[in-house]
């Protein structure tokens, strides 16, 4: 039957020894591909076993897919399993024979109950429907999808993910890796590796993360909430060329829902019971830097001008996805709308 693991049961299956006889991991993030696959190194065979059975082929290198075929029918030395893994099969040379991927179909249908064997295919996803794929599946292998995590849900996936660094990160830390790094987990693990180097403890903090990592606590959607929070039209204006100069690291759609979240607790703020930091912090469920900016805000923002700007929020990010006919340059569009929050 066809196996529809996620990556953390293929993980927990590794881990425990039960090794599947084919992996086809594909898509667009290589982090969990390349993850699963070292774990394989790691887990299959001893060190001493992978003179004699571990093979590793490029896509790239591959003349002829019955090479493959041939190797993974063979036997292992003095060894339960061999491991044999083809990384970065959309490599595989155009032509009309490599491109024919139905030459592993002999050897998918009947796998070697010996071979454990490994099929990398990144930033590009087969044809489920072709035949090879569904013997894999038959066959008690593993066909894993590893999808880039969306923008969208950063937020919510990277305090799992971070935790298993064994550090503990401020939330303004979190912020900033989302805002500067974004969703490439494989660069994100290169960057931390670097910042546990130089850690004498566990905790991370904004200061550490500017440091370390290179980003500039002045230029990410937290401090341009302070910015706006201060009416520092400087700051602001600072901000802003900044994100157009790295539009990537910074679209606009993320920039509205931040401000959206700020100006929403800013009026629920005016009618909270406690007004104080302490309060903002208990009754709207905010952390301390959150609550120190909403409540210097409130000094600036009247309840009416709050609700005036979600509303004037909610009119840009329709307008930046079309829905108001022309869209304007992200740009242009953030420098106007920063003028109309603040005045």
Known sequence: MAKTADYASIMKDIESGKFAPIYLLY???????????????????TEEEKDFNLTQMYGADITNLGDVV????????????????????????QNAELTKYEQLEAYTAHPLPST?????????????????IKQIQEAGGVVFESARI????????????????GLQFDDKAIQMLVDFIGSDLSRLTSELEKLKITLTGTRVTADMIASHIGISKEFNSYELVSAVAARDFRKCELIRRYFA??????????????????????????YAQD??????MREIGLNYPQAKD????????NA??????????????ARQKGARGVVVPDDEALQELLYKLMH
Not at 123 to 129: I, L, Q, Y
Not at 152 to 159: A, H, R, S
Not at 275 to 280: A, C, H, R, V
């Open 70 to 93: 041939s190797t993974c029918r063979r036997y292992p030395m003095m060894s339960e399993y061999q491991l044999v893994i083809l990384r970065e099969a959309q490599m595989l040379k």
């Open 304 to 317: 009416w001008k709050a609700m005036q700007n979600i509303a004037l929020l909610r009119d840009y990010d």
């Open 275 to 280: 007004k104080s930091i302490n309060g903002l």
């Open 27 to 45: 898509g667009d993030e290589s982090y969990f591909i390349d993850r699963i696959t070292n774990l394989l190194l790691d887990r299959v065979l």
């Open 116 to 132: 454990v064997f490994v099929m990398t295919m990144i930033g590009k996803k087969p044809d489920s429907r072709q035949k090879w």
């Open 245 to 270: 100069q790295n539009p990537r690291a910074n679209p606009i759609q993320i920039t509205i829902s931040v401000l959206f979240t700020f100006f929403t607790n800013v009026m629920l703020a005016h």
């Open 294 to 301: 909403v409540s210097s805000a409130m000094k600036i923002y």
């Open 150 to 165: 969306p923008e969208y849900k950063l937020k919510e996936f990277l305090p799992g993910f971070l935790s298993a660094t």
